[in-house]
Protein backbone atom coordinates (compact mmCIF):
# COMPACT_ATOMS: atom_id res chain seq x y z
CA UNK A 1 0.00 0.00 0.00
CA UNK A 2 1.68 3.75 -1.00
CA UNK A 3 2.33 5.43 2.51
CA UNK A 4 -0.65 7.77 3.99
CA UNK A 5 -0.23 11.04 4.40
CA UNK A 6 -2.79 14.01 5.80
CA UNK A 7 -2.57 17.12 4.56
CA UNK A 8 -3.23 19.55 7.25
CA UNK A 9 -4.16 23.33 5.93
CA UNK A 10 -4.31 26.76 7.06
CA UNK A 11 -6.70 28.27 4.75
CA UNK A 12 -5.86 31.84 6.35
CA UNK A 13 -1.82 31.57 5.69
CA UNK A 14 -0.03 34.09 4.09
CA UNK A 15 -3.92 35.55 3.13
CA UNK A 16 -4.80 32.90 0.83
CA UNK A 17 -1.08 31.03 -0.18
CA UNK A 18 -1.77 28.15 2.07
CA UNK A 19 -4.98 26.38 0.16
CA UNK A 20 -2.92 27.98 -2.99
CA UNK A 21 0.31 25.93 -1.76
CA UNK A 22 -2.34 22.89 -0.50
CA UNK A 23 -3.30 22.43 -4.24
CA UNK A 24 0.01 22.05 -5.97
CA UNK A 25 1.48 19.95 -3.06
CA UNK A 26 -1.54 17.88 -3.25
CA UNK A 27 -1.10 17.60 -7.24
CA UNK A 28 2.55 16.47 -6.54
CA UNK A 29 1.91 13.73 -3.78
CA UNK A 30 -0.72 12.28 -5.84
CA UNK A 31 1.24 12.19 -8.98
CA UNK A 32 3.79 10.11 -6.67
CA UNK A 33 1.50 7.77 -5.53
CA UNK A 34 0.70 8.87 -1.82
CA UNK A 35 -2.25 8.15 -0.94
CA UNK A 36 -3.46 11.68 0.94
CA UNK A 37 -6.45 13.12 2.43
CA UNK A 38 -6.93 16.59 3.47
CA UNK A 39 -7.56 18.27 6.68
CA UNK A 40 -8.63 21.72 6.62
CA UNK A 41 -10.50 23.31 9.36
CA UNK A 42 -12.56 26.29 9.82
CA UNK A 43 -10.37 27.43 12.64
CA UNK A 44 -7.88 26.16 14.92
CA UNK A 45 -9.88 24.19 17.17
CA UNK A 46 -11.43 22.47 14.47
CA UNK A 47 -7.60 21.60 12.61
CA UNK A 48 -6.84 20.36 15.60
CA UNK A 49 -9.02 18.02 16.44
CA UNK A 50 -9.01 16.81 12.80
CA UNK A 51 -5.14 16.52 12.83
CA UNK A 52 -5.51 14.68 16.34
CA UNK A 53 -7.89 12.04 14.24
CA UNK A 54 -5.73 11.70 11.17
CA UNK A 55 -2.87 10.59 14.22
CA UNK A 56 -5.07 8.35 15.79
CA UNK A 57 -6.01 6.80 12.78
CA UNK A 58 -2.42 5.39 12.51
CA UNK A 59 -1.15 7.84 8.92
CA UNK A 60 2.52 7.91 8.14
CA UNK A 61 2.77 11.33 7.73
CA UNK A 62 1.50 14.51 9.17
CA UNK A 63 2.06 17.16 6.63
CA UNK A 64 1.27 21.26 7.83
CA UNK A 65 0.85 24.05 5.07
CA UNK A 66 1.11 27.24 6.24
CA UNK A 67 3.07 29.26 8.69
CA UNK A 68 4.42 28.52 11.62
CA UNK A 69 1.00 28.25 13.57
CA UNK A 70 0.14 25.18 11.31
CA UNK A 71 2.99 23.27 12.37
CA UNK A 72 2.59 23.87 16.03
CA UNK A 73 -0.92 22.32 15.99
CA UNK A 74 0.39 19.38 13.97
CA UNK A 75 3.13 18.79 16.68
CA UNK A 76 0.49 18.76 19.40
CA UNK A 77 -1.67 16.19 17.29
CA UNK A 78 1.65 14.34 16.68
CA UNK A 79 2.39 13.87 20.57
CA UNK A 80 0.02 11.75 21.16
CA UNK A 81 1.27 9.49 18.74
CA UNK A 82 4.03 6.88 19.73
CA UNK A 83 7.41 8.10 19.19
CA UNK A 84 8.07 5.87 16.31
CA UNK A 85 4.68 7.44 14.46
CA UNK A 86 5.81 11.01 14.86
CA UNK A 87 6.42 11.84 11.64
CA UNK A 88 6.02 15.85 10.10
CA UNK A 89 6.00 17.44 6.87
CA UNK A 90 6.10 21.23 6.39
CA UNK A 91 4.98 22.55 2.94
CA UNK A 92 5.83 26.63 3.80
CA UNK A 93 3.26 29.25 3.20
CA UNK A 94 2.88 31.41 5.86
CA UNK A 95 4.55 35.14 6.82
CA UNK A 96 6.70 34.31 8.96
CA UNK A 97 8.18 30.31 8.52
CA UNK A 98 10.84 30.10 11.46
CA UNK A 99 10.14 26.11 11.03
CA UNK A 100 11.42 26.04 7.54
CA UNK A 101 13.72 28.41 8.18
CA UNK A 102 15.39 26.28 10.83
CA UNK A 103 15.27 23.11 9.16
CA UNK A 104 16.60 23.96 5.53
CA UNK A 105 13.60 23.10 3.87
CA UNK A 106 12.21 24.56 0.51
CA UNK A 107 9.79 28.27 1.47
CA UNK A 108 7.78 29.56 -1.39
CA UNK A 109 7.73 26.09 -3.52
CA UNK A 110 4.93 23.87 -2.38
CA UNK A 111 5.57 21.61 -5.43
CA UNK A 112 9.57 21.49 -4.82
CA UNK A 113 8.69 21.18 -0.79
CA UNK A 114 6.54 18.26 -1.41
CA UNK A 115 9.59 16.55 -2.73
CA UNK A 116 10.92 16.07 0.69
CA UNK A 117 7.50 13.95 1.55
CA UNK A 118 7.63 12.05 -1.12
CA UNK A 119 11.52 11.18 -0.47
CA UNK A 120 10.51 10.02 2.96
CA UNK A 121 14.05 11.49 4.05
CA UNK A 122 14.29 12.27 8.01
CA UNK A 123 15.56 14.32 10.70
CA UNK A 124 15.11 13.68 14.11
CA UNK A 125 14.35 16.76 16.32
CA UNK A 126 13.74 17.93 19.35
CA UNK A 127 10.60 20.31 21.15
CA UNK A 128 10.26 22.49 23.93
CA UNK A 129 7.46 21.18 26.50
CA UNK A 130 5.56 23.93 28.24
CA UNK A 131 3.35 24.18 30.87
CA UNK A 132 1.81 26.50 33.58
CA UNK A 133 -0.12 26.53 36.52
CA UNK A 134 -3.24 24.05 36.10
CA UNK A 135 -2.62 23.80 32.11
CA UNK A 136 -1.80 20.44 30.23
CA UNK A 137 1.68 20.19 27.89
CA UNK A 138 2.15 22.36 24.90
CA UNK A 139 4.64 21.79 22.80
CA UNK A 140 7.00 24.27 21.17
CA UNK A 141 9.20 23.92 17.88
CA UNK A 142 10.94 27.07 17.52
CA UNK A 143 11.37 30.14 20.15
CA UNK A 144 9.27 30.67 23.50
CA UNK A 145 8.93 34.65 23.93
CA UNK A 146 8.33 35.95 27.43
CA UNK A 147 9.56 40.00 27.17
CA UNK A 148 8.97 42.58 24.69
CA UNK A 149 8.25 40.46 21.75
CA UNK A 150 5.14 38.74 23.57
CA UNK A 151 3.89 42.27 24.81
CA UNK A 152 4.06 43.67 21.32
CA UNK A 153 2.21 40.15 20.39
CA UNK A 154 -0.45 40.84 22.97
CA UNK A 155 -1.47 44.35 22.24
CA UNK A 156 -1.62 43.79 18.06
CA UNK A 157 -3.40 41.04 18.82
CA UNK A 158 -6.03 43.55 21.00
CA UNK A 159 -5.73 45.76 18.57
CA UNK A 160 -9.21 46.59 15.94
CA UNK A 161 -7.27 48.53 13.72
CA UNK A 162 -5.38 48.54 11.43
CA UNK A 163 -6.06 45.36 9.95
CA UNK A 164 -3.07 43.32 8.39
CA UNK A 165 0.70 43.42 9.25
CA UNK A 166 0.67 47.40 10.23
CA UNK A 167 -0.69 45.97 13.57
CA UNK A 168 2.75 45.05 14.63
CA UNK A 169 5.04 48.30 13.72
CA UNK A 170 2.31 49.95 15.71
CA UNK A 171 2.27 47.81 18.65
CA UNK A 172 6.09 48.22 18.83
CA UNK A 173 6.30 51.58 18.69
CA UNK A 174 3.12 51.82 21.81
CA UNK A 175 5.07 49.31 23.49
CA UNK A 176 8.37 51.18 23.04
CA UNK A 177 6.67 54.06 24.73
CA UNK A 178 6.66 52.04 27.66
CA UNK A 179 9.81 50.15 27.14
CA UNK A 180 11.03 49.42 30.91
CA UNK A 181 13.08 46.21 32.17
CA UNK A 182 11.12 43.53 34.22
CA UNK A 183 12.01 41.55 37.53
CA UNK A 184 12.52 38.19 36.11
CA UNK A 185 13.55 35.13 38.42
CA UNK A 186 15.14 32.32 35.91
CA UNK A 187 15.62 28.54 37.40
CA UNK A 188 17.76 27.50 34.93
CA UNK A 189 18.85 23.76 35.41
CA UNK A 190 17.45 24.44 39.25
CA UNK A 191 19.98 27.27 39.53
CA UNK A 192 18.61 30.70 40.69
CA UNK A 193 19.05 33.55 38.43
CA UNK A 194 17.35 37.06 39.13
CA UNK A 195 17.69 39.65 36.53
CA UNK A 196 15.82 42.88 35.47
CA UNK A 197 15.34 42.05 31.68
CA UNK A 198 13.27 43.71 28.56
CA UNK A 199 13.46 40.42 26.69
CA UNK A 200 13.74 36.52 27.96
CA UNK A 201 12.90 34.33 25.08
CA UNK A 202 13.52 30.02 25.37
CA UNK A 203 15.01 28.52 22.50
CA UNK A 204 14.32 25.38 21.09
CA UNK A 205 15.22 26.65 17.34
CA UNK A 206 17.18 29.62 16.43
CA UNK A 207 14.58 32.22 15.19
CA UNK A 208 11.35 33.90 15.87
CA UNK A 209 9.45 36.23 13.37
CA UNK A 210 10.37 35.44 10.27
CA UNK A 211 14.03 35.09 10.63
CA UNK A 212 14.74 36.71 13.84
CA UNK A 213 17.42 34.99 15.60
CA UNK A 214 16.88 35.56 19.07
CA UNK A 215 18.67 32.47 20.35
CA UNK A 216 21.23 32.39 17.67
CA UNK A 217 23.44 29.58 17.92
CA UNK A 218 20.52 27.19 18.76
CA UNK A 219 19.65 23.61 17.18
CA UNK A 220 16.97 21.55 16.91
CA UNK A 221 18.74 18.26 17.65
CA UNK A 222 20.81 19.13 20.44
CA UNK A 223 19.04 18.05 23.25
CA UNK A 224 18.82 21.56 24.74
CA UNK A 225 16.57 25.02 25.21
CA UNK A 226 18.83 28.30 24.77
CA UNK A 227 17.36 30.54 27.29
CA UNK A 228 18.13 34.20 26.05
CA UNK A 229 18.21 37.43 28.42
CA UNK A 230 18.85 40.89 26.72
CA UNK A 231 19.09 43.04 29.91
CA UNK A 232 18.40 46.94 30.52
CA UNK A 233 18.58 48.15 27.65
CA UNK A 234 17.10 52.16 26.28
CA UNK A 235 14.63 52.16 23.70
CA UNK A 236 16.92 53.84 21.19
CA UNK A 237 19.50 50.91 21.84
CA UNK A 238 17.00 48.46 21.78
CA UNK A 239 15.75 49.97 18.32
CA UNK A 240 19.47 49.80 16.99
CA UNK A 241 20.01 46.46 18.48
CA UNK A 242 16.97 45.14 16.60
CA UNK A 243 18.07 44.73 13.26
CA UNK A 244 20.88 42.94 14.12
CA UNK A 245 18.92 39.87 15.11
CA UNK A 246 18.82 38.55 11.23
CA UNK A 247 22.55 37.66 11.30
CA UNK A 248 22.93 37.16 15.57
CA UNK A 249 24.65 40.53 15.58
CA UNK A 250 23.08 40.94 18.53
CA UNK A 251 25.21 38.58 20.83
CA UNK A 252 27.88 40.96 20.75
CA UNK A 253 26.17 43.43 23.17
CA UNK A 254 26.87 43.78 26.56
CA UNK A 255 23.58 43.18 27.85
CA UNK A 256 23.02 40.15 26.11
CA UNK A 257 23.33 36.44 28.03
CA UNK A 258 22.37 32.76 26.51
CA UNK A 259 22.64 30.17 28.99
CA UNK A 260 22.07 26.58 27.79
CA UNK A 261 19.61 23.89 29.87
CA UNK A 262 17.58 21.26 29.98
CA UNK A 263 15.11 22.98 31.32
CA UNK A 264 13.94 26.23 32.63
CA UNK A 265 11.62 27.88 35.01
CA UNK A 266 10.56 31.58 33.51
CA UNK A 267 8.54 33.79 36.20
CA UNK A 268 8.12 37.43 36.65
CA UNK A 269 7.19 39.60 39.60
CA UNK A 270 4.83 42.14 39.09
CA UNK A 271 3.00 43.06 36.34
CA UNK A 272 2.52 39.81 33.78
CA UNK A 273 3.62 39.10 30.57
CA UNK A 274 1.92 36.22 28.19
CA UNK A 275 3.88 34.26 26.26
CA UNK A 276 4.13 33.50 23.02
CA UNK A 277 5.93 30.64 20.84
CA UNK A 278 5.43 29.42 17.10
CA UNK A 279 3.29 32.81 16.74
CA UNK A 280 0.64 31.39 18.98
CA UNK A 281 -0.05 33.10 22.22
CA UNK A 282 0.74 30.11 25.36
CA UNK A 283 -0.35 31.53 28.56
CA UNK A 284 0.88 34.16 31.42
CA UNK A 285 4.63 33.28 33.13
CA UNK A 286 5.17 31.57 35.07
CA UNK A 287 5.82 28.72 32.27
CA UNK A 288 8.06 26.15 33.18
CA UNK A 289 10.09 24.52 29.84
CA UNK A 290 11.83 21.30 29.27
CA UNK A 291 13.44 20.15 26.07
CA UNK A 292 12.25 17.05 24.32
CA UNK A 293 15.43 15.48 22.91
CA UNK A 294 14.22 13.40 19.67
CA UNK A 295 10.05 14.22 19.99
CA UNK A 296 9.67 13.82 16.24
CA UNK A 297 10.88 13.26 12.68
CA UNK A 298 10.36 15.52 10.03
CA UNK A 299 10.22 14.72 6.31
CA UNK A 300 13.67 16.83 4.74
CA UNK A 301 15.14 16.55 1.15
Request: glycine share 12%; hydrophobic share 45%; net charge positive.
Amino acid sequence: MPPDIALLTNPAAGRGRGLRAAAVALARLREAGLSVRTLTGRDAGEALDLARAAVADGVDALVAVGGDGVVHLAVQALMQADPEARVLGVIAAGAGNDVARSLDLCRGDPARAAEAVVGRRTRRIDLARVTGPGTSSTYVVTVLAAGFDAVVNERANAMRRPRGRMRYPLATLAELRVLRPRPYTLTLDGRVRRVEAVLVAVGNGPSFGGGLRIAHGASLDDGLLDVVVVKAVGRLDLLRTYPRLRHGGHTAHPQYERHRVRSATVALSGTGVVAYADGERIGPLPLDVEAVPGAVEVLVP
